[in-house]
């Protein structure tokens, strides 16, 4: 069934008719030139070059500026094995749909075929994928946030096997926008925007969606998490994958700057999105990060609150959507310095503070991953990094304490099945609403979501020593919607006692929703803040437990049969006992 690099890039000439076609060598060379073509058709802006060196900002269509998850679809041949969790269509009619769309679509333009590999070179774990797009904006971005060429090339030349993605802008009407994946045949369409994880497509579409799929069958996981190491002052670093959903504050802690360095506490980055889950041959789970970059949410970053990231993004970064300050500087809401006369805003348009933001609240930076400060020596390890705990979190105004560990593999998949979030603006749709986003994977699972649960649970028997697992929120607020908890850097102080607890060490308490930290196992030295408010924060609401349960169980309801009878029990233990 796997087809061929050069006959399938034939075929999509043959449907799109560029006016020529561009194959990517992933060369210094090459980026310059994309950004050179760009910079004379206004695609992008250059930053100032003394402050922001080989910087640009791009404007997108003021219509593509978030995923489009309605627009997004998994085509399995049989509508259940996609599950209520996924748009879905049959996929013939998903092919002659995207057909038409494409016919013709890239006549006049560069078609760029690009191929490139997820994971670092030489890894048993990477993949292979080749995207072809007529947006020189996705060709640059893909330089940065994988890695591109002939490192792909000789990887397909090993394995016989490749992800065929086919993108186009087209005319960037929401009307004739789709993302289509084929999952039994790996393929990728995305038609009608140029934003993220709408077009890049080795990041969601590849890395998640159909990587998620390949990983069931071959025996793997594909997750929404971050990896970071934790080291401790005598050196050693515990590495853990952390699933929250989307602008929900992954990058933040994978590049956290810890309040504890003077203990000795600090942390490593491996990755900041996309964590792939293998076992090896002891039978220890190992994650590798598949990509190369970092595609951040700007608003909220500052030197204050992420100065790893702040570093990250100041040379060799592509900005989307950010405000631009007179200086030819990127601004945002939560820069940390006051918005400057003249600034223009994500339109380009003079910002007149009027109540709308003057960088859209989904606006990213692209940066390489290798600019961070402290990315971990082993972040491109061909073995990946051992995992000791897996952490799923999520945005919550009220009910989820700060932290809770579950009692075994079975509950903590629970914990993260069941997981409810607040919704962002990384998606386009309302913001602020409950909904539940499992395991922060809702948009990306690219199957079946009861199967999904059941994979997991498998999972964890396969594993010698399976990972800890705990559930987070950093989000909890007060009666007067003030955050009880001060997050980012402090937030090492969770991370410590989830540590201690990996290492059989630390105080809890056992509750009917796992075990909750002792106000005095979680490390508060030099830091200002309330006893009370630790004491609420980390606080077991049992009234707002109650609404929760019922909320996982008409939830769950929607899987039928799918949903494994463990999971079922541990609902049914769970209002039992609230
Ligand atoms: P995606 O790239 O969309 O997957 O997002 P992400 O999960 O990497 O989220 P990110 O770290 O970019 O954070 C998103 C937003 O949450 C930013 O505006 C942050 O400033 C904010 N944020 C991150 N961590 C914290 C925290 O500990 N506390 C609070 N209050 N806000 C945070
Ligand atoms: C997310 O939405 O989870 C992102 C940004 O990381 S995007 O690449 O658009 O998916
Ligand atoms: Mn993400």
Not at 169 to 187: A, M, N, T, Y
Request: net charge neutral; proline share 6%.
């Amino acid at each position: 069934m796997q087809m061929e690099m050069k006959p399938w890039v034939q075929q999509c000439t043959e449907l799109t008719k560029p006016e020529r076609v561009y194959w990517c060598d992933g060369s210094e060379g090459e980026y310059n030139q994309l950004i050179n073509t760009m910079l004379k058709d206004g695609t992008l802006l250059q930053l100032n070059a003394t402050t922001y060196p080989n910087c640009y900002l791009h404007r997108s269509n003021p219509n593509d500026v978030a995923r489009a998850e309605q627009l997004t679809f998994v085509c399995t041949s049989s509508k259940d094995d996609a599950g209520r969790n996924n748009n879905w269509m049959a996929p013939d009619d998903a092919k002659e749909k995207m057909k038409e769309l494409f016919r013709d679509c890239m006549r006049g333009r560069t078609m760029f075929v690009i191929p490139y590999v997820m994971g670092p070179a030489g890894s048993p774990y990477s993949k292979v994928g080749v995207e072809i797009t007529d947006s020189a904006y996705v060709a640059a971005s893909m330089h940065i946030m994988t890695r591109v060429g002939s490192v792909a090339l000789d990887q397909y030349q090993r394995d016989g096997e490749f992800v065929p993605g086919l993108h186009s802008l087209g005319d960037l009407s929401p009307e004739r926008r789709l993302i289509v994946h084929v999952p039994e045949e790996k393929l990728i369409w995305s038609f009608g925007s140029g934003y993220g994880g709408n077009a890049l497509l080795g990041k969601k579409c590849f890395a998640l969606r159909i990587a998620s799929h390949m990983a069931r069958r071959e025996g793997w996981l594909a997750e929404h998490m971050l990896i970071l190491g934790l080291e401790n002052p005598s050196g050693n670093v515990t590495y853990m994958a952390v699933a929250f959903p989307s602008a929900s504050g992954k990058t933040n802690l994978a590049m956290m700057v810890s309040s504890l360095s003077n203990e000795g506490y600090k942390i490593w980055t491996v990755g900041d999105d996309i964590a792939w889950l293998n076992i090896d041959a002891e039978g220890q789970l190992r994650a590798i990060n598949p990509e190369a970059g970092f595609f951040g949410v700007a608003p909220g970053t500052s030197h204050e609150t992420n100065p790893v990231a702040m570093h990250t993004m100041e040379k060799n970064s592509i900005f989307t959507n950010v405000a631009l300050t007179p200086a030819n500087e990127p601004w945002w809401e939560g820069f940390g310095t006051p918005p400057p006369a003249g600034l223009l805003d994500w339109q380009g348009t003079r910002w007149n503070n009027d109540g709308k933001t003057a960088a859209h609240p989904n606006s990213r930076f692209t940066s390489p991953a290798r600019q961070c400060p402290i990315i971990s020596p082993h972040w491109e390890d061909p073995q990946g990094v051992p995992i000791s705990a897996i952490v799923f979190g999520s945005r919550r105004s009220d009910t989820i304490p700060l932290v809770s560990q579950s009692f075994d593999w079975n509950h903590g998949v629970f914990l993260g099945a069941s997981m409810g979030a607040e919704t962002t603006a990384a998606a386009t749709g309302t913001v602020g609403i409950v909904r539940r986003d499992p395991m922060a994977m809702l948009p990306f699972c690219g199957y079946n979501m009861g199967d999904y649960f059941g994979y997991w649970l498998s999972f964890g028997k396969r594993l010698k020593k399976p990972p800890l697992i705990f559930r987070v929120n950093w989000f909890r607020k007060d009666r007067n919607g003030k955050f009880l908890w001060p997050g980012y850097g402090e937030n090492i102080r969770v991370l410590k006692w989830i540590l201690d607890r990996v290492r059989g060490r630390g105080n809890a308490v056992k509750t009917t929703i796992g075990y909750i930290p002792t106000t005095d196992s979680i490390d508060t030295s030099g830091m200002n803040l309330a006893s009370s408010a630790l004491l609420e924060v980390l606080s077991y609401d049992r009234s707002g437990w109650k609404k929760e349960v019922d909320e996982i169980v008409k939830f769950f309801s929607q899987f039928d049969t799918r949903l494994p009878v463990a999971l079922q029990e541990e609902v049914a233990s769970l209002k039992s006992q609230l």
